[in-house]
Every structure is written in structure tokens, then in C-alpha cells.
């Protein structure tokens, strides 16, 4: 079992920065993948961003590439999303999840553990 906790979640106006925390607990941090997704108001939940257990390698939604980054220490079993540059198309509800595996994916099914998500709101 893995218990995800999310924090950082706000209102920014557009063109401003957010910064989304995660901390796990349960098993070893280490051997799993982690990943961001979000759900806006009537849209399906959408892959973010995702990172390996080892934080080796990272993958991106063409709509965040080169503005959000994907960071984890496992040292502190915590990982974060830095958001810059956001959007109004941002806003939505911020999940993070743990895969069973070490590898990044970016489908929602393929995450088993998932937090309880944070508002992020950018106003025009």
C-alpha cells in the first residue's frame, strides 16, 4: 500500500508559478514510477508528467513540456510539480499517483495509488 498526500495547490493569476508537493508513505519510494494528472471541470483526468523510480528520467504532456518540471527526492519520499508560466487551460483538480513499477507511463489505469488531489486555479 502507498498513502499520497498533495499540497501546494492555490489561485495564481496567468503568466505566474505553483509549485505541487506530494509525500508517500508505504513502501519504498524508491521502486516505483510517480506521476502528475489532472482534471478539469468535465474533462477526463489527463496524464501531466511522469518520472521513474530513480528520478533518472521524466516524460511531459506536449501541453506542460517546457513549463512544468517533475522533480523527486527519495531521500524525503516526497516529489513535486513546478508549474511556471501557467494558463488559464491549467486549471483543474492536481492528482499525484504511484505506479507499481519503476518506469514512467502515462496512462491513468496504470497507476495503482492515487492522492486526493489539490485545486489549481489561474485566472486570466
Known amino acids: 500500500q502507498v498513502q499520497l498526500v498533495e499540497s501546494g495547490g492555490g489561485l495564481v493569476q496567468a503568466g505566474g508559478s505553483l509549485r505541487l508537493s506530494c509525500a508517500a508513505s508505504?513502501?519504498?519510494?524508491?521502486?516505483?514510477?510517480m506521476g502528475w494528472f489532472r482534471q478539469a471541470p468535465g474533462k477526463e483526468r489527463e496524464f501531466v508528467a511522469a518520472?521513474?523510480?530513480?528520478?533518472?528520467?521524466?516524460v511531459y504532456a506536449d501541453s506542460v513540456k517546457g513549463r512544468f518540471t517533475i522533480s523527486r527526492d527519495n531521500a524525503k519520499d516526497t516529489m513535486c510539480l513546478q508549474m511556471n508560466s501557467l494558463k488559464p487551460e491549467d486549471t483543474a483538480v492536481y492528482y499525484c499517483?504511484?505506479?507499481?513499477?519503476?518506469?514512467?507511463?502515462?496512462?491513468?489505469?496504470?497507476?495503482?495509488?492515487w492522492g486526493q488531489g489539490t485545486q489549481v486555479t489561474v485566472s486570466s
Open positions: 508505504g513502501r519504498t519510494f524508491s521502486t516505483y514510477a
Open positions: 499517483a504511484a505506479d507499481t513499477t519503476p518506469w514512467v507511463r502515462r496512462g491513468v489505469t496504470q497507476y495503482e495509488y
Open positions: 518520472i521513474t523510480g530513480s528520478g533518472s528520467s521524466t
